[in-house]
């Protein structure tokens, strides 16, 4: 879930502040840490940064949480034909929601960052290999749900990415993998 990366320590002005908390709530954070390696620190300040950068677009993914099994089972019982339009008007809609959403906190959301931090960081639609910057060309997404989720995440991704181009985004997909081709983002 959390990794650490030791690339480069830039040091950012930090404070304290305190919160009570239940004594089972601290007991469960320091196991969790603990499981994952990081301080307790660590491991609230990643969970609060990720909830601060998910937040507003709650609205937009409405926060439903499914068991795997659940979701794929719903996944299975729709039409290939009318899951891949779905996706697509989705894909459209929710990236236009969520870049109007970081513009007006001053904020630039690119597709890039769409899929690796909203959806892959956050929204934990899949893993990405290797690391994803403004240059970019090719990036694998990773998940264990089905082919269907690959379908689904193909048309979603490519709605999006014509919110931002008239080029069309190149996806390969198994059961397993999306592989996006970025034939040129523009840049806002």
Known sequence: MFKVRMLSVIRKMTSTKSFRMEEELLRKLSVLAA?????????????????????????????????????????????????????????????????????????????????????GRHGRWFRIEGKVDSNSKLVTLHHELSLRWSIFLKAYLAGAFEVLSRVRL???????????????????
């Open 35 to 119: 499981r994952y390696g990081v301080n307790e620190n660590k491991l609230v300040t990643d969970i609060l940064a990720s909830r601060v950068e998910i937040d507003p677009l709650i609205p937009t993914f409405e926060g439903i949480s499914l068991a795997r099994e659940t979701f794929r089972t719903i996944l299975n019982t729709t039409n290939v034909d009318s899951l891949e339009i779905s996706a697509w008007e989705l894909g459209r809609a929710h990236f236009a929601t969520a870049r109007r959403l970081y513009e007006s906190n001053g904020e630039q959301l690119s597709f890039l960052k769409f899929v690796s931090i909203v959806l």
């Open 170 to 188: 190149i996806v390969h997909i198994n059961e397993e993998f999306v592989e996006l081709e970025i034939p040129g983002e523009p840049k806002f």
